[in-house]
């Protein structure tokens, strides 16, 4: 840790991910999305990056839990009768994702809206409904986290684009850490999910499960060690 300006600032990787402060962030890992005959599937769109990415979340759920980070599950949502979608917002889901609203995406209540039992949510965990790109847009993230003591976000989930990137530049705005899990996000198209690592990475910590899991480990063990 440095002091810069007068404020204590992280300055290796293995302060920004303390488990004592750190929160990991599977966001819209939803039959809609993920699965074969949910919405994506239906419209044309490829799935095929989802399964292994979510393989890979639910290795790191299982590694968070023993190391005492906080695991939350944002869970997109849209009301029954469109209640809940403007104008603009139906511009972008018709004309650049191609989708006919009248069906609606991850409706409430709807076994497209359902997170992945593969992730490894549990019954206590904490979801949060998000009802925009970001997951803080008019949601209570922002508390849950402060009243939990979090600093730092591990930015987990699809699509790696849109709501994976609008939450982490919504992270740093409300003065999170924020990690990316650069092998733990997936999208429709390699081409755009590429491109948005790319400029990620510029702004954000970016790691590779494995490694993460590894500094978890690590810091474990220098904890025993001197105790």
């Known amino acids: 840790m440095i002091t810069a300006l007068g404020k204590e600032v992280f300055s290796t990787i293995d302060e920004v991910v303390d488990p004592s402060h750190t929160a990991l962030l599977m966001i819209d890992i939803q039959h809609d999305f993920c699965s074969p005959k949910g919405l994506f599937d239906r419209i044309g769109k490829s799935i095929d990056m989802m399964a292994p ?8 759920v299982t590694a968070a839990r023993r190391m005492g980070v906080l695991p939350i599950f944002i ?10 979608v403007s104008g603009s917002f139906l511009r972008f889901m018709i004309y650049k994702q191609g989708m006919d609203p009248s069906e609606g995406c991850t409706v409430t209540g709807t076994w497209g809206a359902e997170i992945l039992p593969e992730t490894g949510i549990q019954p206590n965990d904490i979801i949060v409904q998000k009802w925009r790109p970001s997951a803080f847009r008019s949601t209570n993230l922002d508390m849950v986290l402060r009243c939990n003591n979090i600093r730092s976000v591990v930015l987990t989930g699809v699509i790696t684009q849109g709501c994976v990137e609008s939450t982490a530049r919504d992270a740093m705005f409300h003065d999170y850490y924020t990690v990316i899990t650069k092998d733990c996000v997936a999208t429709y198209n390699k081409d755009l999910h590429d491109a948005s690592l790319k400029v990620m990475g510029s702004r954000f910590d970016m790691l590779a499960s494995d490694d993460l899991m590894d500094i978890w480990e690590q810091g474990a ?3 025993i060690a001197a105790q």
């Not at 990415?53 to 790191?60: E, G, I, N, Y």
């Not at 869970?75 to 809940?84: D, F």
């Open 53 to 60: 990415a979510v393989q890979r979340v639910a290795k790191l």
């Open 75 to 84: 869970q997109n949502q849209w009301l029954p009768q469109n209640r809940v």
């Open 221 to 223: 063990r220098r904890s």
